[in-house]
């Protein structure tokens, strides 16, 4: 399959089925993290793999917050309202908990900025786009108290969390949400050849 025809496969899904993951097809996305460019290939990518009962357990208690309508509009899954709260998990067989060890990173010799942030994500879009590729669905989740992660999960103190991907095969009933759409802006949006319109150096 075309590079960019996995792009446009990708899809956010918001209801799992509760089928595992395949294990050979957990070693491929993970393999795909672990071939991600990184700078100075330093590989500070840590990345927690939680497919048991227990752990995915831990995953709903830290991604439980008060109730807020807008994140129901988006998947009713989160509906839980009559304890005054939303919840963002969505019955995902396996959470991959990104991170990056703050001790492995290359840092900017101007700046003193840590590559880390962006070695991670470059990592999880590998990780969700190889998914994609083997016909998974995934949803990106950065919304959760990471207090209560480090906590459940016994995070290194120098692991800094960054997303989490949900990952698995969309329940018999998903729907995509229409809210958000999955249409993109024109290229001549978003990229601009040869400088910026209208901006001048002084």
Same mark, same amino acid.
């Given at each position: 399959?075309? #590079?960019?025809?996995?792009?446009?496969?990708?899809?956010?899904?918001?209801? #799992? *089925?509760? %089928? &595992?993951?395949?294990?050979?097809?957990?070693?491929?996305?993970? %393999?795909? /993290? +672990?071939?991600?460019?990184?700078?100075?290939?330093?590989? &500070?990518?840590?990345? !927690?793999?939680?497919?048991?009962?227990?752990?995915?357990?831990?995953?709903?208690? #830290?991604?439980? #917050?008060?109730?807020?309508?807008?994140?129901?509009?988006?998947?009713?899954?989160?509906?839980?309202? @009559?304890? /005054?709260?939303?919840? !963002?998990?969505? /019955?995902?067989?396996?959470?991959?908990?990104?991170?990056?060890?703050?001790?492995?990173?290359? +840092?900017? &010799?101007?700046?003193? %900025?840590? *590559?880390?942030?962006?070695?991670?994500?470059?990592?999880?879009?590998? !990780?969700?786009?190889?998914?994609? *590729?083997?016909?998974?669905?995934?949803?990106?989740?950065?919304?959760?108290? %990471?207090? @209560?992660?480090?906590?459940?999960?016994?995070? &290194? @103190?120098?692991?800094?969390?960054?997303?989490? !991907?949900?990952?698995?095969?969309?329940?018999?009933?998903?729907?995509?949400?229409?809210?958000?759409? /999955? @249409?993109?802006?024109?290229?001549?949006?978003?990229?601009?050849?040869?400088?910026?319109?209208?901006?001048?150096?002084?």
């Amino acid at each position: 399959m075309d #590079f960019i025809d996995i792009s446009k496969k990708r899809q956010t899904v918001r209801k #799992f *089925s509760n %089928e &595992p993951v395949e294990p050979e097809k957990l070693e491929k996305i993970l %393999e795909a /993290g +672990r071939w991600a460019p990184t700078a100075v290939n330093g590989q &500070p990518q840590r990345i !927690l793999v939680l497919d048991n009962p227990e752990n995915l357990m831990k995953v709903k208690q #830290f991604c439980s #917050f008060g109730y807020d309508q807008k994140y129901v509009d988006l998947a009713h899954e989160c509906d839980d309202s @009559k304890n /005054g709260k939303i919840n !963002l998990y969505y /019955g995902a067989p396996l959470v991959l908990f990104v991170c990056y060890d703050q001790d492995a990173c290359w +840092r900017h &010799p101007q700046t003193g %900025e840590s *590559s880390g942030a962006t070695d991670a994500t470059i990592v999880a879009t590998h !990780l969700m786009l190889e998914a994609a *590729s083997l016909n998974l669905g995934s949803v990106w989740i950065s919304y959760f108290d %990471e207090t @209560k992660a480090r906590e459940l999960l016994n995070i &290194p @103190k120098q692991w800094q969390p960054v997303c989490m !991907l949900y990952i698995g095969y969309p329940a018999a009933d998903f729907v995509p949400n229409t809210h958000l759409g /999955g @249409k993109r802006l024109p290229i001549g949006k978003t990229c601009f050849y040869n400088g910026v319109p209208g901006q001048h150096n002084s």
